[in-house]
C-alpha cells in the first residue's frame, strides 16, 4: 500500500475519539477491544444466579437485577441524560469494560445501549448502586462484540447512578468535558513532541545526519543537492522514498512497488510531515526527512495490508526527488 497517501484529516482533533460519549458506548466499544474472547459461559444465566445464591428481581422483559444501596433522588426516564458509572463482567468474571476513567452519560430510550441497559437503569434511583444480570438476547444476541464478547454471553453491570440530567444540563456537561479533554489533549501533545525531539535527535547522531529543523519540529537533512527551484504549494513533485521506524524497521516503500509517489505541494495529499518539508528539497535532491509523531499518524495505530505504524511513532523517510512541475 501507499502509506504517504494515507490522508489523516483529523490528527489535529483526534481528542474528540477519545471521549467517552464515543467509545464508551456499550453498543460501539467493543470493536476497538482486543482481548481474545475465551470459551466461557457453559452455563446460562439462571443457572449462574441459582448456583452463587444471587438474589434478584426481574423486569417482564427477563432482565434480572438487584440493588444493594438504594438512593434518594429521581428515576430515569425516557429522554433523560443519565450520567453513570460502571463495570462490565461476563459470568466467568472477565472485566471486558469500565467506566474507570470517566462516567459515561447516555440518553435513555434512544437505543444508545444495549437493550438490558435499557430496562434495567429506570429501575435505579440516583444514587443507587447495584448490579444487572443480562441475558444474551438483551445483550449481544448470538453475534456477540468485538473479539472479547462471545456470541449467547451473558453479562454482568455493576451500575451506579451519579446524575439524570435535561438536555441544557447534558450540553453543559459535554462542553466542560470537551474543553477538560482538550486541554489534556493539547498537554499530552506538548510532551510528546518533546519527547519525539529526543528521538529524532538521538537517530540522527545514529546515523550522522546533519539536520535542520523547521518550525514545526519536523526536521531534515539534504545529503545530495538538487538542481532548481524549491517546491511550493501548488507544485507537483514525484518522489521516490523507503519509510521507517526508528528502530530500522522499513515500513513502505516506493522502490519495491516500483512507481514514484506523486503529489501536490500543500494540498494535504500526504502527512504533514512530509508536506511541509518537501519544500526544502530542489529536482534531483536526496535526503532524510525525521517527522514527529504529531506530523505524521499521532497516536492512530496503522495495522493493514502487511504495514504496522505504531502510536505516537517518529517516522524517517530517506527521499529523492525525481520531478517537479512548477504551477
Known amino acids: 500500500m501507499n502509506m504517504l497517501i494515507f ?4 490528527i489535529g482533533k483526534i481528542y474528540i475519539s477519545t471521549m467517552k460519549r464515543l467509545l464508551l458506548c456499550p453498543i460501539l466499544v467493543f470493536a476497538f ?3 481474545v474472547a475465551s470459551p466461557i459461559d457453559s452455563i446460562d444465566l439462571e443457572t449462574y444466579l441459582f448456583q452463587n445464591n444471587i438474589q ?5 422483559e427477563g432482565l434480572y437485577f438487584n440493588i444493594d444501596v438504594r438512593g434518594s433522588g429521581d428515576y430515569p426516564k425516557a429522554g433523560d441524560y443519565v450520567m453513570i458509572n460502571y463495570i462490565g463482567k461476563l459470568l466467568d468474571g472477565t472485566t ?3 467506566s474507570a476513567e470517566e462516567p459515561f452519560v447516555f440518553q435513555l430510550g434512544y437505543r444508545q445501549v444495549i437493550r438490558g441497559w435499557e ?7 440516583v444514587g443507587s448502586k447495584g448490579t444487572l444480570y443480562v441475558p444474551s438476547q438483551l ?12 456470541p449467547d454471553a451473558d453479562l454482568i453491570y455493576d451500575v451506579e447512578v451519579l446524575q439524570v440530567m435535561d438536555e441544557l444540563e447534558y450540553d453543559e456537561y459535554m462542553e466542560k468535558l470537551d ?9 499530552a501533545q506538548k510532551q510528546q513532541l518533546l519527547d519525539d525531539q529526543k528521538v529524532i535527535n538521538e537517530y540522527a547522531v545514529n546515523h550522522k545526519l546533519k539536520t535542520k529543523r523547521l518550525t514545526s519540529g519536523v526536521s531534515y537533512a539534504i545529503k545530495k543537492k538538487g538542481k532548481g527551484d524549491m517546491p511550493k504549494a501548488g507544485d507537483l513533485v514525484r518522489i521516490h522514498y523507503e519509510g521507517f521506524l526508528t528502530d530500522g524497521t522499513k515500513f513502505d516503500s516506493s522502490y519495491d512497488r516500483k512507481t514514484t509517489l506523486e503529489f501536490v505541494v500543500g494540498k494535504g495529499k500526504v502527512i504533514q510531515g512530509l508536506d511541509e518539508a518537501i519544500g526544502q528539497f530542489r529536482k534531483g535532491s536526496t535526503g532524510w526527512i525525521l517527522i514527529p509523531s504529531k506530523f ?11 504495514t504496522y505504524i505504531p502510536p505516537n511513532a517518529v517516522l524517517a523517510f530517506n527521499i529523492k526527488v525525481v520531478d517537479l512541475e512548477k504551477h
Not at 430496562?119 to 434511583?125: A, E, S, T, V
Not at 477538560?180 to 498537554?187: D, I, K, L, P, S
Open 139 to 150: 445483550g449481544y444476541g448470538t453475534t456477540g462484540a468485538g473479539k472479547i464478547i462471545p
Open 179 to 187: 474543553e477538560r479533554e482538550r486541554v489534556a489533549f493539547e498537554r
Open 7 to 10: 490522508v489523516n484529516t483529523l
Open 96 to 98: 471486558f469494560d469500565s
Open 56 to 60: 434478584t428481581k426481574q423486569t417482564e
Open 296 to 306: 505524521a499518524y499521532g497516536p492512530m495505530e496503522i495495522d493493514e495490508e502487511g
Open 33 to 35: 477491544l482486543s482481548v
Open 119 to 125: 430496562f434495567g437503569i429506570p429501575q435505579f434511583q
